[in-house]
């Protein structure tokens, strides 16, 4: 069987990243060079697979038992995140790791510090694969695609193992909440299915905020800074001043838990006009329509300042908390226990700051909680993953396929 790092490998070094600008399906054409190969890499180990016009990957491992077991999917995108570069990832692979601080030799300076993330200290003695420091890494979501192709690969070459029916499913534009708009349930044809797309070993959610992107746009009034006086419209600072109205403490950098937030993500202008993009969170739907409402207000307050039309905002709904959905068949979340807990790994059960494919799917008709992959601080250059985590998920997939067919 191949080593999952070099499968890991072989998959960041393929430029996967999504466009939230872009209206096509998949946003960007270079993921669908990474799916291609997944599915002419499942179709070489004997399984059947295709890919559809919007970039989804459906494979299936028929069952080899009598019994009548559900099928289970297991399902990981292909994307990364558009907030740092996934070009010309340049891995580092630190082999019995020791414990002590990480230098990222692509930028002088800028290291993984022991005293800024301590759990580092829990991989001693492992290996680690983190960036250069120029890039992201891509273990969000590849570190999940290399653990669903080695179980591949593992039920392929080793017939005595038995199991139900395996569906297989890998997506694009997940970073960008649009990860299964045109995702077909039916045909995927998997009673319950799993995303592997957590953080750190041991995690498990079934949890997930409601989320919200908003997109503001501020319409100022240009005049020679010579002649501005009770004129000149700034909407640069216009937007700022609306941002000031959103409660500080309620930004991702200040909440942990169940706490929401607004979050600006990105700002572009001009005097003349300028755009600030927000997500907004909640676990708690009521307090997720609250804070889509205090965003309207701070909107309405600077039309009501400075004049109607000033400020507009538009408020897309990107995806709900998968918890209703998925409560109702507690034994999927059970069994994902019972496989972490078969390798010695605690289950951390926690709430997801954040979303997966999962929760949308989950409310098309697919139980779907999500697995942890193993990787650390995604979307950024800081970004790394203990590849004996890997291994251990490859590990706790199988261990969830032989409980559902009760062996």
Known sequence: MEKILDRF??????????????????????????????RDELKAMGIEAELDEYGYVMAGIPANIDTDAPAVGFIAHVDTSPDASGKDIRPQIISGYDGS????????????????????????????????????LGADDKAGVAEIMCMAEYVMTHPEFKHGEIRIGFTPDEEIGRGVAKFDVAKFGADYAYTMDGGKIGELEYENFNAAAAAVRIQGRNIHPGYAKDKMLNAILIGMELN????????????????????????????????????????????????????????????????AGTATVE?????????????????????????????????????????????????????????????????????????????????????????????
């Open 9 to 38: 490998l072989r998959y960041v070094a393929v430029d996967t990243q999504s466009d939230p600008d872009s209206e096509s399906q998949p946003s960007s054409a270079k993921q669908l060079n990474l799916l291609k190969m997944l």
């Open 244 to 307: 000031s109205l959103l409660p500080a403490a309620q930004r991702p950098e200040h909440t942990e838990g169940y706490e929401g937030f607004f979050h600006i993500t990105d700002f572009k202008g001009t005097v003349e006009e300028a755009e600030f993009s927000y997500i907004i969170r909640d676990h708690d739907l009521d307090l997720y329509e609250k804070r889509k409402e205090m965003m309207k207000k701070c909107v309405d307050f600077i039309n009501e300042k400075y004049g």
């Open 101 to 136: 601080d990480i230098p990222l030799k692509g930028v002088p300076g800028l290291s993984l510090k022991v005293a800024e993330f301590p759990e580092l200290g829990d991989y001693k003695g492992q290996t680690l694969v983190t960036t250069d420091g120029t890039t992201l």
């Open 315 to 407: 408020i897309k709904h990107q995806y709900y908390n998968m918890k209703k959905e998925v409560e109702p068949h507690i034994h999927i979340i059970e069994k994902a226990v019972k496989a972490m807990e078969m390798e010695g790994i605690t289950p951390i059960v926690r709430p997801i700051r954040g979303g997966t494919d999962g929760a949308n799917l989950s409310f098309m008709g697919l139980p779907c909680p999500n697995i942890f992959a193993g990787g650390h601080n995604f979307h950024g250059k800081l970004e790394f993953v203990p590849v004996e985590s890997m291994e251990k998920a490859t590990k706790v997939i199988l261990n969830i396929i032989s409980l559902f067919c009760g062996k």
